[in-house]
Each structure stands twice: as C-alpha cells, then as structure tokens.
C-alpha cells in the first residue's frame, strides 16, 4: 500500500459543524442588518462598524494567541460593537471601542472561549464611560446617504464639534420627556438611536435564520423578550404611566442584544435550563433599568451582569448524572 | 409501529449503512495464512495447546480456557501450525499467536464431533458447552458469553435482552443476521432463556432494519414470550445502558452491572453463535463481518473464518480506493484505526470500515466556546466540556468526582463537537491513567 493510514483515536466521524463555520455564519446574517443601518444612517454607520471592525482585528492579530482571525469571533465583536454605537461617533473612538473590547474583554481572559462578559458590550461600557457624551448623541434617521452624521473625522483627543442634526432616543424620550414614540416608527426604524436598534425584524429574521441552522440557542431569546414583555405588562397594568410590551421589545437595542449579544456561546449557559434562567434575568434587569435606573436604556448592563452569573447558573443547572441522583459538580 | 423507545440527547451520524444493508451474506474464500490471537476476549487470554508442525484440522483447539473468565480458542481452517509469536493485534498491541499455514486442498469440513441435545443438559453443561465452543460476545468487547449465563444467584434475572440495534454507522452485520437467520437467533435465544431461567426476552432492534423486525416477527416461536422492540434511531441506541433503559424504563445504577436490574443483555451475534453451538457443534470460528466504506472498492457482508488478515480480506473486496485513508476494525464511533494490516479478524471484529480522505477528521483544534453541544449529546448526562478542561491539565480526582467513570467512551462528544476538541479522546488517556494512579496508589 502506498498511502500510510492514518491512526488516530475514535471516534472517527466529525459533525461537519465548526466554531469558525458557525462564526462566520453569524457575521453573514448580520449582513443585512449593517445594510439596514447604512440605510438609516448612511455612510456614518458603515465607517462606524468598519472602525470597530478594524480595532477589534487589529488586536485579535497583534496580541492573540497565534492565527486566530480565521476563527470569525473578532469580526462578530467588531460588527456587534459598532451595531450598538451612534451613526455620529468619532471614528477614532469606535477604534478605540474595538481595540479595547478584543482586548479587554476577551484576550485578558486567555482568547476565545476563555471570557466571562461579551467582548463588543465590554468595548461599549469602555466608550460609555470614557466618552458618555459623544456615545449619546444620537443623529437622527433619514438624511441623505453621504451626509456624516457627526464629527467622524475628528482627530483624537480633540473636543468633537457636533453641529450635525440630532435626535433623542425613544427611550430618552420617554425616560427625560414622557413622551411614546409609536410602535410603527419603532418597528420601521424611524426613529434616532444607535446603529443596530433601528433594524429590529432584520435582527429577528438574522436570528430565526441563525437558529434554523443550529448556530444560536432560540431559547436565549425567546426568553429575554418573553420575560420582558411578561414584566412590562404587569408594570403598566400597574402603572399606565409606564410603556407597554411592545414599546419595551421594540425600542433601545433588546433586539440586537437578545439575539445576538445574549446569545454568544461563550458567555451563556451551556445547559437548556441555564438558558431559560439567564434570558429570564436579561429581560427582568433590562425592565427594571429601564424603569427606575438612572439611564434610558440598560440592555448592555443587564447582559454584562447576567455574563457575571453563567459560571454560577451552569453549575446550578448541570443535568443528574444517569443512574444516579446527582449533578456533575460545575 | 409509530412507536419506538430511545433515550435522551445522543447523535445522529451519517449512517452509510446503505452500502451493504441490502447484500446478503456472502462466504468468503480461505486465505492462504490465518493468524490466532490467543486473546479475544476480556479475561485472561487462552493457553497455547498446540506446537509448531502440528496439523489441526477446522475446529481444533489451538489455545485453552485459563479458568472460568477465559474461553479457548479453535482454528478456523485445516492447516499446518507454523509458527507461535507476537503478532499485530487489531487492538494496537502485540499478542501472542498461533500462525496456520492453510492446507488448500483440505475440504474444511469440521471434524465430525457429537452435537450436544441442549434440552437434556443442565445448566452446568449448557454454560460448559457455551465456553468450550469459545463464544464470546461478538458485539465488540467480547465477554465470554457462557459467563453471562450463569449470573451470580444474589441477583433474579427477569428478561433476556438481545441487542440487535446496532447504532454504528456503516455496519450492517447485525441487521444481516436478524434479517437472513432469524430462526437462528431465536433458537439462540431460547437456549439462552432456558438457561437463565427467564420467562421473557426482548429484541431491541433500530427502526432502520424493517426487514429485520419484519423477519425476526414473523419467526417467533408461538411457545415463547419473545417481544421485538424497535429503538429511535440515534447513536449510542446500542450501549447496554441505554438499551436496558429504553426496554425496561429504568437506569442501571452508576458503577453497576446489568445484572443488578435484573436484566441480562447478549448480542445478536451471540445468540446466533450459540444456536449453531447446539445445531452443528460448530465452536466459534467464524463471524459475520461487514467489509465496508468509501475508501473501499466493493463492501461486502462476508464469513469469514477468524485469523484472516485485514489485508487479505480488504483484498477479496476489491481492495482499497486511491482516496482511501483509513482503516478501522468496528464502527467509526468507537472501533480502533488500524496501523497494520496484518492484524486479523477475532471474534470481536464486527466490520472493517474503509474511510475516504474527506471523512476523516480534521487536525485544527479550536478552544471550547461552550456552545453546550457536547453535554447536549453525551447519552450519560456528564459536562464533557468540564471534563475536558480538567483533562487537559490532568485534574484525574477532580475527574473522577465529575463521574468520568461513568463515561462510556462512546465519542457523542467529540462528534458534535464544533471545537474539534478530542474529548472521548481524552477521557480514555485519563481512564488510563487514572488506573495507573491507582494501582501505584499504596
Ligand atoms: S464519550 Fe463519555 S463524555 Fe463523551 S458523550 Fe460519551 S459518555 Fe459522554
Ligand atoms: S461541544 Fe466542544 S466547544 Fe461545545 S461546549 Fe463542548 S467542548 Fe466546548
């Protein structure tokens, strides 16, 4: 025989699915919600995700352990970092914001696998903090494609000077000024917010498709809208001063975060049980910074709390062993 | 027949099993050399009882039982015994054995022997017949079968299971049986249930065989409970735990035997094996094999007489296509990838399964991303994910309190896995050395 035989242990048979097939899957369905975002912001929102984009590959490749950008994982963080950002932001921050979510967020930890908070909110709770003003200027939707949408070209360190149109949130709106923004503008998007809120079924139909493949667990979702929705209208039963549901699913980034931010292997549960439990958490936190937090939107700190207890929930929830009483120790 | 019995989580790998599901069973011709391992069982191998220039003719002892967990060994061919060495065996290893040169104008008839009529036997004999005829279980781990009749009395047997579900992917030996012998097997079966005292038995068989249910159904004998259980279809549906659970309802306890919930499980094969014991006073000299794979010319369901080398077996089916790039002896899941050909065929030995290039793992490891799939596929409810993070670092205790004992190596894991983490991989090397831990351990 000329060819030697390769010997190696069984099983012998692989699943045809891998993390980086699996990886880039994800980016591919997050391709029209980036085109729903240039739509509604113009070029602004691609130079915004492209920024992020770069940051995040940048420091994958420049402190990663070895060839690790064919994974895909970087490119999810970047299109999810700059999805939940202002149109008008300062390109040097959203670089910035990628640098820092790679790097902080998930190369600290050991790379992928090893992190314990989502790496692209890890990038955006640094830009909130760092830059609480430029991340909340919010420029508003429908101008023409090629106007920029804020000081995009401003060098670093220099005090942006936004003269660009601008609009507030609907959640702002509601949270400083009382007033509800109609469901139909949510839904449609016509309303001001960050890149990745105004597109809320491309995100729906991105996950469903996403979830059909076998690439994202449908329960982690499932369960942060239906928790929410469930919370809301008990809250504006209660209170009609509150929103209902549907302004609560379809305002803020819930769509983008229960979908996509939530749903991220590596920072959910592993068992079914944990996923109930933490898209449960998710909804419930977002409903009550929503409501009583000193911000309008609280989808980023909901999930990078709910992050926080996966180690806790996965050790909770571990099935019972067979042909015995007990769980595995997580 | 819209219900079946599974269990939960498990895989679905490609079947492939249509390459020879439909082939009936075919005898192949003799090879020039047959090689006998002294050992194919678990227990203490055989003891050599013959010497070089001997002629045996088919069915002489070439090795006997060492004590009760052993059975002997018997020739498969008339010949010249021509040597006495280590050999390659299909396990990795090397192993003492009994090389017979084939006398090619021998008519390899067996030696006219004294067909014991089993309803006069007692239970001692019928368990002694079954252990000199050497039969084993030919599902793959090769218990001395006769072992198994004869459970300890502290334990009341109910039912006779016969696992017919054979879940790996491309063999179809089983299903061949079920669906050309079935009076065989059931006969098997009644010698079985006579001895164990039990008044019922059950065939688990996958849903995937209809003609083999529809064969083993239309054959039962009116005078005994037998029942034909079709399984889901999912990998590992033929693990003794999860076949006991999906006929009887319950788990075997972790860390114990069948026996302890009253049941007894034997294989297809076996059973088969033991019928032509009491109908020929044939030992066990031959099997059924299912030569199959893509990497392989024309796969075949074939007898072949135990000792027949790989090489010499691949090469009546054709031989091996250019892109070939594998061989192992048993299932894909959990048989063992071959280094040399020159390994033979033992009583264990269900299929020989060529893999083409493409089908055969990739190298690239990537780091766990937790996507759950391994705990969502082990049949045992363990965190193969956990485990394998302990592996790495060879964390045995902490293994061992995370139920690896448990593990059945049956590769759901390491299937699904996106990562291409090695996962059953490792847990076998921490199995070992776990062992050796504990047998250096004061
Ligand atoms: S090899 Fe072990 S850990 Fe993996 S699925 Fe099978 S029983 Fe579970
Ligand atoms: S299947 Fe692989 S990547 Fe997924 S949790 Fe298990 S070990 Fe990790």
Excluded at chain 1, 11 to 22: G, Q, W, Y
Excluded at chain 1, 219 to 246: E, G, K, N, Q
Aim: glycine fraction near 10%; charged fraction near 15%.
């Amino acid at each position: 025989m000329s060819t030697p035989l390769v010997v190696t242990a069984s099983p012998h048979l692989k699943d045809r699915d891998s993390t980086p097939r699996i990886m880039w899957h994800v980016v591919l369905s997050l391709l029209p919600v980036i085109a729903v975002a240039g739509f509604s912001f113009g070029i602004s929102a691609l130079l915004v995700i492209a920024a992020t984009t770069i940051g995040a590959l940048v420091t994958e490749r420049g402190f990663g352990r070895g060839d690790t950008l064919g994974d895909g994982s970087a490119v999810i963080t970047g299109i999810l970092l700059g999805l939940c950002l202002p149109a008008g932001l300062p390109l040097w921050m959203a670089v910035l914001g990628g640098i820092f979510g790679v790097g902080f967020g998930k190369l600290v930890f050991g790379g992928l696998g090893q992190n314990v908070f989502n790496p692209a909110l890890i990038g955006r709770a640094f830009l909130q903090a760092a830059f609480p003003v430029a991340i909340t200027t919010w420029p508003a939707a429908g101008q023409s494609f090629w106007t920029l949408r804020g000081d995009t070209f401003a060098f670093p360190f220099t005090s942006a000077q936004t003269d660009a149109l601008t609009e507030a949130t609907p959640l702002g709106l509601h949270k400083f000024e009382g007033t509800l923004t109609p469901l139909r503008e949510l839904i449609l998007g016509t309303t001001g917010g960050s890149l990745g809120e105004t597109a809320a079924l491309v995100i729906l139909a991105g996950g469903a498709y996403l979830a059909w493949r076998g690439y994202l667990n449908w329960r982690i979702p499932v369960s942060v809208l239906l928790s929410t929705a469930l919370l809301a209208t008990v809250m504006h039963t209660v209170d009609p001063t509150h929103p209902d549901a549907w302004f609560m699913l379809f305002s803020g980034g819930l769509m983008l975060g229960a979908v996509y931010m939530a749903t991220d292997m590596v920072t959910s549960p592993v068992t079914n049980t944990g996923r109930w439990i933490f898209g449960a958490g998710i909804g419930v936190l977002v409903v009550v910074i929503r409501l009583w937090g000193g911000l309008p939107e609280g989808v980023m700190y909901a999930i990078l709390l709910m992050n926080a207890l996966v180690p806790f929930i996965n050790r909770m929830t571990q099935p019972r062993v067979f042909g015995t009483r007990r769980r595995v120790p997580g | 027949m819209w219900f079946t019995s599974g269990f939960a989580h498990g895989v679905h790998p490609p079947e492939s099993k249509e390459l020879t599901a439909q082939l009936p069973i075919r005898r192949m011709a003799y090879p020039k050399e047959i090689v006998l391992p002294l050992r194919q069982h678990a227990g203490k191998p055989a003891t050599l009882c013959v010497k070089v220039g001997d002629r045996v003719e088919r069915g002489d002892k070439v090795g006997e039982a060492d004590g009760y967990i052993s059975v002997p060994i018997h020739s498969s061919a008339a010949g010249k015994v021509v040597d006495v060495d280590w050999w390659p065996h299909p396990d990795g290893t090397m192993a003492m054995a009994v090389r017979i040169l084939v006398d090619p104008y021998a008519p390899q008839i067996p030696r006219p022997r004294m067909v014991p009529h089993w309803e006069g036997l007692s239970v001692d004999e019928v368990v002694q017949a079954v252990q000199d005829a050497g039969v084993v279980g030919l599902g793959g781990a090769g218990f001395p079968t006769h072992v198994k009749l004869a459970p300890p009395k502290d334990f009341p047997i109910h039912t006779l299971i016969i696992n017919g579900a054979e879940c790996e992917p491309y063999l179809t030996s089983d299903h061949r049986t079920m669906a050309e012998y079935p009076k065989r097997v059931h006969f098997g079966i009644r010698v079985m249930m006579q001895t164990l005292g039990v008044s019922k038995a059950v065939i688990g068989v996958e849903r995937n065989k209809p003609d083999a249910i529809e064969a083993l159904t239309r054959t039962i004998p009116t005078d005994l409970d037998i029942t034909i259980l079709p399984l889901t279809v999912k990998y590992p549906q033929g693990a003794e735990k999860m076949l006991i659970h999906a006929v009887t309802g319950h788990e075997v306890a972790s860390g114990k035997l069948p026996v302890s919930a009253g049941v007894v499980v034997q294989n297809v094969g076996s059973a088969a094996a033991i019928a032509e014991v009491f109908e020929t006073g044939l030992p066990l000299i031959e099997r059924i094999v299912t030569v199959t794979g893509h990497g392989l010319t024309r796969p075949a369901n074939l007898i072949v007489p135990v000792g027949t080398k790989l090489r010499d077996l691949l090469d009546q089916c054709g031989g091996l296509t250019a892109d070939a790039a594998q061989v192992i002896a048993g299932g894909p899941m959990m048989g063992l990838a071959q280094a040399n050909l020159d390994a033979p065929i033992t009583k264990g030995t269900t299929g020989i399964v060529v893999l083409a290039r493409q089908e055969t793992r990739t190298e690239r490891v990537y780091p766990c991303i937790h996507c759950g799939r391994c705990l969502d596929a082990c049949p045992v409810f363990l965190n193969p994910s956990l485990l394998g993070d302990l592996a790495r670092v060879g964390r045995y205790d902490e293994m061992t309190d995370a139920h690896l004992s448990d593990c059945m190596l049956c590769g759901s894991c390491s299937y699904v896995c996106p990562s291409n983490i090695p996962l059953s991989q490792l847990f076998q090397v921490s199995k070992a050395g776990l062992r050796r831990a504990q047998a250096s351990a004061p």
